[in-house]
RNA sequence: GGCCCGUUCGUCUAACGGUUAGGACGCAGGAUUUUCAUUCCUGUAACACGGGUUCGAUUCCCGUACGGGCUACCA
């Protein structure tokens, strides 16, 4: 970008500031939506679209908008919708009108808009700005066989059939006829289209280069193109933001903008950089997943075969908050060295001017360390009801005041929410597992009369608390004339039978006096 | 192929002409912790390349290379 373009914008920018002064009031508020295709389970790079959709319009006091863009009969996919609408209500980030969420510019779903797409097809027809073609799609693959790059547009538009190179009554015969029919944007050539990006600049693009997209397909529905511009326009969207595999197309859009007279109100448009793979080339993809053992969607995914299924960021056991914390940092800063934000903090720091160019690679490492983070510290009450769930699914006990003291004593050494029940395993049953190794490493058959004697002691103790427990280990370690490291390994080793977990003593209290004594009989019997 | 976008430590990124190029993840080392983890400290490592513009370029311009996106009656 030349300085002359830089001071263009500039200018620009004060233009439409001093015509967004002269608009009715119903301009001043910010309106953004997000707008997924429910072709299956939506991507984690869509829910970041979403959030930064969601983070701009709290910023703005604007409104979120979930507009369902299911135009594509081949593509609709079962149970797809519903999908988006969990996954949105997982993350926080509810919409304020939308599929599933009311409000007055519906309906929200393009499937039930079919007739005025139509109806503003037909009228930018009669604008001049469209026309109708009636080549079928073999014929137009045919055509691309037979020439490398082959484009309808207006070098090749006279030699095929439309209503530009048909003659008026074989035109009129054609569509009384009901044969298939599809409009089509007519691109007229010697523009230059400025797309005026809020995280690119400006971008121009020749008319010339553009081709005359299909706007109403022979079903009747709307391509994206049509769709996404009528839309947009009725439901007074003041903000574009969406992937930057858009910013091509967008060109289209202006002139669509234009053809409908609708320029004056047409929303700012922000191309989001595409999330990439942890490694390699390209753009993160669903088989990434499988790939590199970890998940790429917010929600599991179950489709008809395994590989149509997915997991997803809740079932690994991502808390909501770090998702979305790990999310809004890919491809956005906050201009400050603050790390950890909550959904709110997120909306007070947002600002597209942030939003980063390039294409940021998916780390899921630094995913795992904002969970862990997230998990470290959540109140434990809040923790006690995650790992509920999962301990009735393995049938342990899920009594409160437990639960809590199960998240206190693990929170600090797990990464996912599954780890409190399965590192944490001995905390809910008997330990299963011995670390022999540490055993042969620290058991001595002399020991044996010792130890005997402290389950003794340890059975004494009243009341069972761990400064109580450590005191009387420690005096028994005095009086027998051992050392901590000969006595606290086995303790340990007797009652979760690895050594990595909470202080002992922590979890003897955790465990009850009772199954802490019989967990050191059973180790005595055991080695 | 054509069009468009991008390029700072391995990764996410800060810097908006003058800095010892900052932070975070990861990794390495150390301290604390009678385990593991946490916490704390330290270290590691980057301006893609070549031309300009300028007193001075990571920063502005051009080109090259590389990467990415689009190129459907898909979104």
Redesign the pocket.
Known sequence: ???LY?KNTANHYRVARKKARQQPAKRMSVRVRF???P?GALHIGGVRTALYNYLFARKHGGTFILRI?D??Q??FVPGAEEYIIEALKWTGLVPDEGVGFGGDFGPYRQSDRKAIYQKYAHELVARGHAYFAF???EE?EAK?QAEE?F??NLHTRAGLKNSLALPADVVQQQLDSGA?V?IRLKVEPGQDIHVRDLV??D????SS?L?DK?LL???G????HLANIVDDHLMGITHVIRG??????TAHHVLLYRGFGWEDTMPQFAHL??I?KPEG???LSKRDGAKFGMPVFPLAWVGKTPEESFPGFRETGFLPEATINFLA?????P?S?Q?IFSLDELAQAFSVE?I??????F?F??A??FN??YI?HTANTVLAGHIRPLAEAKGYRTDEAFLEQVAALMK??VTFLPDFVEQGYYLFEPVHTYDNDMIRKKWNPALRPAFEALIQEIRQVAPFEAPAI?EK??QF?QENAL???DV??LL?LALAGT??????FDMAVVLGQAETVQRLQRFLEYK
């Open positions: 970008m030349s300085v830089a707008a997924p295709s072709t863009e135009t594509d081949n593509r080549d079928t799609p137009l691309r790059n484009t309808y298939p599809v690119r600049g971008v121009v693009f020749q280069e081709d299909v397909k022979a079903d529905m709307p391509t994206y930057e595999e858009w910013l091509p197309s950089p595409l990439l080339n390209g753009k940092l890919l491809g956005w800063h201009g060295d790390e942030h980063g160019k390039s294409g940021a690679r780390d490492e630094k795992r360390w862990q983070r470290q600090e050494r450590e280990v420690q370690m050392k901590p490291g606290l390994p340990r050594m990595k977990g909470p202080a002992v």
